[in-house]
């Protein structure tokens, strides 16, 4: 029996991240594989609604203001991630495994620790002598000259790479000179959920408007200028898709989208919907949204794993085209099977696993 280390976003405050993590371990269960799992580069969050009013607290001292402009420099930025994290990851790579595997998500990106968490791990794996594979990864664009560097050593010390979307494999191709194929989200990965008999209502999560605006350049999404617009558009949509009599559970995937849903709760009480209408406060669990979404009609939102994981569920997904990535999730994956889909995650997994 083979034991891998699984490296991912899974001490993140989104769903998503969670639902990679357990289709993978689900993949290598029914291998008989044994693993382990370690965030990719960040510690575990607390996703409860108590938790919110703790986040994004930061000191006005200063030490931390001047610490916060000395680290606007790339490369010092990434050399002091490398100081403080390489300890934590040289420490998980030197524990004997048959494999490392990074993935899935959107991991091969500018900006944040995800340039330097990559080489880090793929340094350490190589070292360690771990063969180290890149599952159902994605590729973002716009890396900077430093960030290129540690991205391109990590991609050639890899013994497999598969990417969850075809324009990742020209992204690495060109950015990197790296060789990468096909695999779908690892998300699909999960064994659907009993659905209810009688399924109804529609399920909403609307999206944080910081990720409207940095990604809806991308797409041939509607001028909004301001939240105030962009939480009227989601009104405004919600209310062309319900059903009269049919519930709205509001259900949100991050924790920033959880505040967002909160505004839009407050607006659908004023509404001719407001006796369908119910919140689900904070970011549930991954199986309790699962069973949510086991028994709505439709869900609709413009994050990518709550339309995968309502299609798994046997939900019908309304989107919301706010980025490439959820057009290129509908080009993908809107009309296919999910079981075809795990079919084809079976099969690499059986070949690292076997």
């Not at 990851?89 to 968490?117: N, R, T």
């Not at 979307?165 to 992204?171: D, L």
Request: proline residues 4%; contains cysteine; charged residues 20%.
């Amino acid at each position: 029996m083979k034991t891998f280390l699984l490296v991912n976003e899974n001490g993140s405050d989104n769903i998503g991240d969670h639902a990679i993590n357990e289709g993978l371990k689900a993949l290598l269960s029914e291998l008989g594989c044994s693993y382990s799992s370690e965030p990719y580069s960040t510690t575990h969050v607390d996703l409860s609604v108590e938790s919110r009013n703790n986040n994004h607290q930061e000191s006005t001292s200063l030490i931390s203001r001047l610490r916060k402009s000395l680290l606007q420099f790339k490369p010092l930025y990434l050399l002091m991630w490398l100081l403080k994290h390489k300890g934590r990851i040289k420490q998980c790579c030197e524990v004997k495994y048959d494999g490392i595997v990074i993935g899935g998500g959107q991991l091969i990106l500018s900006g944040a620790a995800f340039p330097p968490a990559l080489y880090a791990w793929s340094y350490y794996a190589k070292k360690s002598g771990t063969p180290l594979y890149l599952l159902g990864v994605g590729c973002g664009e716009h890396f900077h000259k430093s960030e290129s560097w540690l991205v391109r050593r990590a991609l050639k010390l890899s013994n497999r790479i598969c990417v969850r979307e075809n324009e990742s494999i020209t992204k690495l191709s060109t950015y990197f000179d790296a060789k990468a194929e096909f695999c779908p989200d690892l998300a699909f990965g999960l064994q659907p959920l009993k659905s209810s008999a009688k399924r109804s209502g529609l399920m909403v999560g609307m999206t944080d408007y910081a990720v409207f605006q940095r990604y809806h350049h991308e797409v041939k999404a509607p001028t909004i200028n301001n939240y105030q617009e962009y939480l009227t558009a989601w009104y405004d949509k919600v209310m062309s898709v319900h059903m009269s009599g049919e519930p709205i559970v509001l259900a949100s995937t991050t924790l920033t989208d959880a505040q967002c849903n909160r505004d839009l709760y407050q607006l659908l009480l004023n509404s001719p919907a407001s006796n369908d209408v119910r919140l689900i406060d904070g970011v549930l669990p991954l199986d309790k949204y699962r069973q949510e979404l086991s028994q709505v009609r439709s869900v609709f939102s413009g994050r990518m794993h709550s339309l995968i994981l309502g299609k798994i569920e046997g939900a019908t997904i309304e989107p919301w085209i706010i980025s490439k990535k959820i057009e290129n999730f509908l080009g993908l994956y809107a009309q296919k099977d999910p079981a075809v889909l795990k079919q084809q995650l079976q099969v690499i997994a059986s070949e690292i696993g076997a």
